[in-house]
């Protein structure tokens, strides 16, 4: 197969879902574009019911409702947060900004999630939050990580960019912790371009999150008329999403089961193409999509690094574009000024060297799926 017999298969394709362009033409009708309008409030109402947490509200991106979550917990110079290598920067980056030092921890090899086992070992007095990542939309082990935190009285942020309507059990993910972060950028399953949202599922921080969102101030309750006027009130920043960004949102939204189903479909026929590789123990595959995952991503692990680097040249020759993932943060420059190993990380930095993610994108055909099979196969023919 060559790249000039077959068209090219991308890592992602953002996809239009339903009534984007019709809601984004009736924001520019009504004439306002600034954040906090109805679709805003709209896409919110949607999270609090789907969900069930106590508040959702969006964020321009997750990275911003990571921030929300740091100043929420009242994270300050000197605190520590416990947190897995394996992750994006903005985990660590909302912590490191107010002063606090990311504690990293290994991860499981089945999940590769936070290894729960090891948090323990990695408290000190400093400690004041834990910060899990739910890594291609799987659950974190969340009942052990709670009994932790609530022994320990530790606030837990999940970080659920992966996880729009991924469980565990009946729980979505993002609202077991105290705080749970989406994430809506082009790359997830329900897009806005970029955006996000902060769940908050602990009342106590309700009201002062939507201040926080506000710049530091009342203008919420003001904009209920709840005060004859708003003023600051507290830290903050300008975190909310413009209307536009939220009209579009909320078309994908009402599209967002079904963009799951589609998702986890194209997991399970990539998990039957490639098993017998992983049968011959060539490859290691994700465990089945099931019902409690939301289809984010398909990963495999080769057998070592250089067999990893051989299969993405393999493939992109052959017009299919896989990728690696995250540089682990203990090993990244602002990882070794910032941030401080809690446990081994020989899993992570072992797991780093060997992944792959495969393409996966809504309206993916079964062709395309095979032929990235076959291409797979190739390789280890």
């Known amino acids: 197969m060559t790249i000039e017999s077959e068209s090219r298969i991308p890592f992602g394709r953002p996809t239009v879902v339903g009534r984007e362009f019709d809601y984004i033409a009736d924001v520019l009708r009504n004439g306002s574009m600034a954040g906090g309008g109805p679709y805003t409030q ?53 912590f490191v900004l107010r002063g606090a030092t990311p504690v990293f921890v290994d991860i499981r090899p089945d999940t590769l999630n936070i290894d729960e086992r090891l948090i323990e070992g990695a408290l000190t007095p400093r400690t004041r939050a834990i910060a899990v990542v739910h890594y291609a939309g799987r659950a974190c082990a969340m009942d052990a990580v709670m009994a932790v935190a609530n022994a320990r009285g530790l606030v837990v942020v999940e970080d659920a960019a992966h996880a729009h309507l991924a469980r565990d059990g009946a729980r979505p993910l993002g609202t077991i912790g105290h705080l749970g972060c989406l994430s809506f950028h082009e790359t997830k399953n329900v897009i806005a371009g970029e955006g996000g949202a902060l769940l908050v599922n602990d009342p106590r921080l309700a009201a002062r999150a939507e201040i926080v969102r506000d710049k530091g101030t009342d203008r919420s309750r003001f904009l209920r008329g709840e005060v004859d006027k708003y003023t600051w009130q507290d830290v903050g920043s300008s975190y909310g999403p413009s209307e536009i960004v939220s009209a579009f949102l909320l078309a994908q939204l009402e599209r967002a089961a079904a963009i799951c189903d589609e998702r986890r479909a194209l997991c399970d026929a990539y998990r039957a193409g490639l098993a017998p590789l992983a049968a011959r123990g060539l490859v290691t595959l994700p465990e ?94």
Not at 72 to 94: H, K, N, R, Y
Not at 306 to 329: E, K, M, S, W
Request: aromatic residues 6%; contains cysteine; neutral net charge.
């Open 288 to 381: 089945a999509a099931g019902t409690q995952t939301n289809g984010h991503i398909f990963w495999l692990l080769t057998r070592d690094e250089d067999t990893r680097n051989r299969l993405l040249a393999h493939l992109g020759a052959r017009g299919i574009q896989a990728t690696f993932h995250y540089v682990p943060l203990h090993s990244a420059p602002a990882g070794r000024r910032h941030g401080r190993a809690g446990s081994s990380l020989a899993v992570t930095d072992s797991v780093s060297a060997r992944l792959v993610r495969l393409p996966l994108f809504l309206n993916m055909t079964g062709g395309e799926i095979a032929r990235v099979v076959a291409a797979v196969e190739a390789f280890y023919a």
């Open 42 to 94: 709209r896409c919110e109402e949607w999270l609090k019911a789907e969900l069930g947490t106590h508040r959702a509200l969006l964020t321009h991106s997750c990275t911003a409702a990571l921030e929300m979550a740091a100043i929420l917990a009242e994270i300050g110079p000197g605190d520590e947060v416990v947190m897995p290598s394996f992750t994006f920067s903005a985990t660590a980056t909302a």
